[in-house]
């Protein structure tokens, strides 16, 4: 009796395990199929992470409670067996109490210790990935001029923070988001031959139509579109200023070479910082109080 017991729950684990294996396996497929549908939209590519994490984080959580769920019930089984026919219903009542009491404790040290062990790991990481790497690099090459990285949220909205945080910070120009997107389109808009040729649709090869240009604009005022080399043309003649894209590998990307004797944004631009893709911070002068990390 007891060995077929044992029996038909390592076949229930079994089976449990195997669904497992092919619910992740088709989780995979439908994150290839979600990143394969937004790859040519920076919008979409941000909210499909965003849905990517999610999904991810749900099928673990249920994956967990349900290897949980199975193993309460197999503990509950075997506390079943153990008892004694002349044991009262309190006796039994409580040992499996004490039972599950002891395996809530016995799970928590696991959970504990597999923590502890990912935090020793993500040390490890952060000391020699590629986003630790590109930091210091980046905080080297900005300490040569005095500065200091200003770390601005990564919402889509980076590049026209960290503008408008120097700008306000530095110049004292009250310049906010929303007023340097919509100067930024309208530009972009008014000089549509010095902008189109550099727009081309991911999928075909082609250049922009007039229409696809114009939405183009329109999501640049209107949404939190992610902006690139193009933009970051247009701040310059706008603000009549020279921009430096200081990155950790290569030389400096300076646009505006016409503003020379106007003043200077100084930008860091992170391809490593975040899992969702590209990232603009902003500076700031170094005080005497600062001590820079060249580690």
Not at 26 to 40: C, D, M, P, V, Y
Not at 100 to 124: P, V
Not at 167 to 180: D, I, P, Y
Request: glycine share 4%; net charge negative; charged share 35%.
């Amino acid at each position: 009796m007891d060995d077929e017991n044992v029996s038909d729950g390592s076949i229930e684990e079994e089976t449990i395990l195997e669904r497992h294996r092919r619910e992740k396996k088709e989780l995979l497929a439908e994150i290839t199929k979600i990143r394969h549908s937004s790859k040519s939209d920076k919008k979409k590519k941000k909210e499909s992470q965003e849905q990517i994490a999610r999904l991810e984080n749900e099928l673990k959580e249920r994956h967990e409670r349900e290897i949980e769920e199975d193993k309460t019930n197999q503990s509950e089984l075997g506390d079943d067996q153990a008892i004694e026919p002349q044991e009262s219903a309190e006796v039994t009542k409580l040992k499996k109490k004490m039972a599950k009491a002891q395996k809530r404790r016995d799970n928590k040290a696991a959970k504990n210790r597999e923590r502890d062990a990912a935090l020793k790991q993500q040390e490890i990481d952060n000391l020699t990935g590629k986003r630790h790497l590109e930091i210091q690099k980046i905080k080297q090459l900005l300490a040569k001029k005095k500065l200091k990285i200003f770390e601005i949220p990564s919402d889509g909205n980076c590049l026209y923070n960290a503008v408008s945080h120097q700008m306000q910070n530095e110049h004292n120009a009250k310049l906010t988001n929303n007023s340097l997107r919509r100067q930024t389109a309208d530009y972009m808009k008014s000089n549509e031959d010095n902008f189109i040729p550099f727009l081309t649709r991911q999928d075909t090869g082609d250049c922009y139509t007039h229409e696809e240009y114009e939405k183009y604009c329109e999501d640049i005022a209107n949404t939190s579109a992610w902006a690139g080399h193009l933009e970051i043309q247009a701040i310059s003649s706008i603000l009549n200023c020279r921009i430096e894209i200081v990155q950790s590998e290569g030389s400096p990307i300076i646009l505006g070479e016409e503003y020379t004797d106007n003043f200077t944004l100084v930008l860091p631009y992170h391809r490593h910082i975040y899992g969702l893709g590209e990232h603009y911070n902003s500076v700031e002068p170094i005080s005497g109080s600062d001590e820079v990390d060249q580690s």
